[in-house]
C-alpha cells in the first residue's frame, strides 16, 4: 500500500481546494464552445425556475407576485434556448403555462388581469408567441397556434392606435385611471413594431408591414427616437405633445426598433432602407451599452447598474437586447463582426458572475455582467438575463434564421374569432371615443367603490 507524505498530501489538498474554488467561481463557459455554453445554461436554468415556482401567485401558472409579463418574457427566452440549444427540459412547463395565460379569448389579456395591464405588458407575451412559430416549438392539440396568439395580439394593440394626441402612437397603458397613461413610450411603440415586424416575415402578409412602417414614422416624427443620432429616448408625454422626451437610455428599447429592423431587412430581401436603419441603431446600440468599464465587449445597463438602482423590469432587460442583437447577425450578415464579440465578451463575463450563492441555491447570477463576481442581486430576472446572454451565443452557433410559414407550416393562423384572430389587420379600426367614454366610466366607478370602502373602513 502507497501512503502520501504529508507533503504530497497538503499538495493534493490544496489542488483539490484551489479546483472547487475554480468550478464555484466560473461557469467554465467558453463563448465559441457549444458543449460549454449548453452545459453553463443548464447550470442557470435550475435556479431561475425554483424562482418562478416560488413567485406564482396562489400557484397560478405564469403569474407572478407583482407582475405578470416577465413570466411571458423568460418563456419567450426558454423557447429561444430550446431552438439554440435542443435542451427540451422545460417545453412541458413552458407550453402549458404560455398557453394558459392566454387567456379567455387568446389574446394575453385575461379578465383577471385586464384592468391594470399596459400595452407593453401584453406585447411581450405576443413576442413569446411568435417566437414560438419561428422556432418550430411544438403546437398544442385543440388550441390555436402560436401565430394565432401572437396575431390576437396585433390585431388588438392596433386597435388601440391613438390619433388625438402626438398623430399617432401607442399609450404605455391601456386605461385613463392607469397612471402613465399619458406616456407614450419606447417599449410599447417598438414592441409593436418588432412584433408586425415579425408577423410580416413570418406569414408574408404585407398589411404587418404597412403597420411597422407606420409604427417606425410615427416614432421618428414624434421625437420618440432621433434618427440623426441614431438615439432612443424611454418616453414622450401627451401633455406637452410629445415635445419633450425622457432621454433615459435602456437595452431594451434599442433591441425592438433594431431586431424589427433586422427581421424587414431580411424579409424585403435587402432594402437599403432598413440597412442604413439597422446599421444607425446598431452603432448607438454597442457604443452605449458595452462601456470602456469593462473592456468595451460587455454589455452594461448604464442606466441604473452604476449606482446598483435597477428594478426587477430592468434587471432583465439585458437578455433581450443580446437575443435580438443575435437576430440582427444572423438576419444582417453585415453586422456579424460588429455584434460576435460583443456577445462573446458578454458570456464570458456571464460566466464568471454566475457564482452565487444564497439559501442552499448556487449558480445564482447577479446583475452587472462586467463586475466577473456575483454582486449580491438574486432572482428569477437575474437567471434569466443571464440565460438571455447564453443563449445568444448559442444562437449564433447555429445561425439558423428563424422560421417563416414555408419552414413551419404547422403555425398556420387559425381564426379566433374572439380575439379578432379572423380579422385582417388592415380591417382594424382605431379605438373609438365611445370606447374611451366607456373606459373613463369604469375608472370613476373605481374610485367611488375605493372611496366606498374606505369609508366604511373608517366609519366609527
Not at 450563492?357 to 463586475?371: F, I, K, P, R
Request: proline share 4%.
Amino acid at each position: 500500500m502507497h501512503y502520501l507524505t504529508s507533503r504530497q498530501l497538503c499538495a493534493t489538498l490544496l489542488f483539490l481546494f484551489l479546483h472547487a474554488q475554480t468550478a464555484l467561481s466560473d461557469l467554465g463557459i467558453v463563448a465559441n464552445n457549444e458543449d460549454s455554453l449548453k452545459k453553463g445554461a443548464q447550470e442557470i436554468i435550475p435556479p431561475m425556475m425554483e424562482f418562478y415556482k416560488q413567485n406564482q401567485t396562489e400557484g397560478i401558472p405564469g403569474k407572478l407576485t407583482d407582475t405578470w409579463y416577465i413570466a411571458g418574457s423568460m418563456f419567450m427566452t426558454l423557447i429561444q434556448y430550446w431552438q439554440a440549444s435542443g435542451d427540451d427540459s422545460q417545453n412541458a412547463v413552458v407550453s402549458h403555462d404560455l398557453m394558459f395565460q392566454a387567456g379567455e379569448n387568446y389574446d394575453f389579456f385575461s379578465q383577471n388581469y385586464s384592468q391594470w395591464l399596459g400595452n407593453d405588458d401584453q406585447m411581450f407575451w405576443g413576442l413569446a408567441a411568435i417566437t414560438a412559430s419561428e422556432a418550430g416549438f411544438p403546437e398544442r392539440d385543440g388550441k390555436p397556434s402560436w401565430t394565432s396568439l401572437a396575431r390576437a395580439v396585433f390585431n388588438e394593440q392596433t386597435e388601440r392606435w391613438d390619433s388625438q394626441t402626438c398623430g399617432g402612437g401607442m399609450r404605455w397603458q391601456v386605461w385613463p385611471y392607469q397612471a402613465g397613461y399619458q406616456l407614450k413610450n419606447a417599449i410599447s411603440n417598438g414592441g409593436l413594431f418588432e412584433l408586425a415586424a415579425r408577423l410580416a416575415r413570418f406569414t408574408k402578409n404585407d398589411t404587418y408591414t404597412e403597420w411597422a412602417e407606420k409604427i417606425w414614422d410615427w416614432s421618428a416624427k414624434s421625437g420618440l427616437m432621433d434618427v440623426n443620432k441614431w438615439i432612443i429616448y424611454d418616453s414622450v408625454n401627451n401633455d406637452d405633445q410629445c415635445k419633450s422626451p425622457d432621454n433615459l437610455q435602456w437595452t431594451y428599447n434599442y433591441g425592438t426598433y433594431l431586431s424589427g429592423a433586422a427581421f424587414l431587412y431580411n424579409y424585403t430581401n435587402g432594402d437599403e432602407k432598413w440597412l442604413n436603419r439597422v446599421n444607425g441603431l446598431l452603432g448607438t446600440t454597442l457604443k452605449t451599452f458595452f462601456p470602456d468599464k469593462y473592456g468595451g465587449n460587455t454589455m452594461s445597463e448604464v442606466a441604473c447598474e452604476p449606482i446598483m438602482s435597477c428594478d426587477r423590469n430592468q434587471i432583465g432587460f439585458k437578455g433581450y437586447l443580446s437575443m435580438w442583437l443575435a437576430f440582427t447577425s444572423i438576419l444582417v450578415p453585415s453586422t456579424k463582426d460588429q455584434i460576435v464579440p460583443k456577445l462573446q465578451g458578454s458570456v464570458e463575463s456571464i460566466s464568471k458572475m454566475c457564482n452565487g450563492q444564497s439559501d442552499g441555491e448556487s449558480n445564482l447570477c447577479g446583475l452587472t455582467w462586467g463586475a466577473n463576481k456575483f454582486d449580491g442581486v438574486k432572482g428569477l430576472e437575474a437567471q434569466m438575463s443571464a440565460l438571455g446572454g447564453v443563449t445568444a451565443n448559442l444562437m449564433l452557433m447555429a445561425t439558423e434564421s428563424p422560421n417563416t410559414i414555408d419552414t413551419n407550416p404547422d403555425a398556420k393562423e387559425h381564426n379566433v374569432p374572439s380575439a379578432g384572430g379572423d380579422k385582417d389587420p388592415s380591417e382594424l379600426k382605431p379605438i373609438t371615443t365611445a370606447d374611451r367614454a366607456g373606459a373613463w366610466i369604469l375608472m370613476v366607478m373605481m374610485i367611488a367603490a375605493i372611496t366606498g370602502a374606505v369609508g366604511w373602513l373608517v366609519k366609527p
